[in-house]
């Protein structure tokens, strides 16, 4: 219920604006949306982008506008036999998970009708894992019934991803491939959810990237992003502390100017046919190393949307 009272907080912040905007034509959102892909927003020192590795393997682009940044891929990459090392490179992303799956559970079984305390609720449901890495959250979409796609732009990744999947009966349905959403557009693929966990910072072009995302959505479909916030309790704890104090993270992770707030989320979804329903930030425990889902959505946050009708 916290989050639904923050999305209230947050159409009552976003709503002004927009009204405003709309007032001044040279202000109005097409040309907002290029200043958000340049990403110009600060002279902050950006920390040092991790070694150069070989290129990675990944799938090539089309003459749709690609949502693949080359050097975001190199990264991952470079880390992607750590995918199911649960002290690794992507701990975070294993701990953080039952807090994120709690959100999807809660809001997807609300908004398809399903009973949220049954053992496979996403039963009938198709589901895509946008930028799935090695599967972290495509295994227990799967497990909860959902029929799942999970894509990502590295091929190790989805090497990975099908290795580990096909140890486990209940996974080993999971149809893994390496491509991005804007090919599966091309492709004319439609899903129930489409599900794109910490991804869009690591886009060449988040506006276009959420076309993709809501053209992936069948009618009647639901969206969900999870992102970090801009902001400087972000700079501070999922990049100074994360990667340089506690090097949960490997250094360069993150660029902090990638980032959106969750006024640019809503707005670059708003703009793509998705309306934000709900938001919910997560918020980490030191003493107990758990995190929550919370109304704090100064530094990690989750959205969930659904698609406009025509
Ligand atoms: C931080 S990881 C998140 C993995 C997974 N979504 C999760 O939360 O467990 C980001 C993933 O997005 C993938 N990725 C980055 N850009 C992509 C793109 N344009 N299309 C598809 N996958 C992409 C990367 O290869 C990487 O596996």
Redesign the pocket.
Known sequence: MASKLLFTRLQTLTRPSLKVLSQFPQFILPKISPEIHTRQYSDLPQPPSVDAVAAPS??SSSNVK????EN??RK??AIAETWWDADGP?KP?HVM?PT?LAFIRSTLCRHFGKDPNCTRPFEGLKFV?????????SEPLARMGATVTG????EK?IKIARLHADLDSLTSSIDYRC???EKLVEEQMQYDAVI????I????EPAE?CKSLSALTSSGGATII?TINRSMRAYATAIVVAEYVLHWLPRG?HQWSSFLTPEELVLILQRASISVQEMAGFVYDPLTGHWSLSDDISVNFIAFGTKNSE
């Open positions: 990944v799938v690609s949502s693949l940044n975001e891929l991952f990459s992507f992303l998970n994120r894992d946008v930028g799935c890495g090695g599967g972290i959250l894509v990502d732009a590295v990744n491509t991005t959403a794109s966990l910490e991804v910072e690591h886009v060449a990237f999870s992770t």
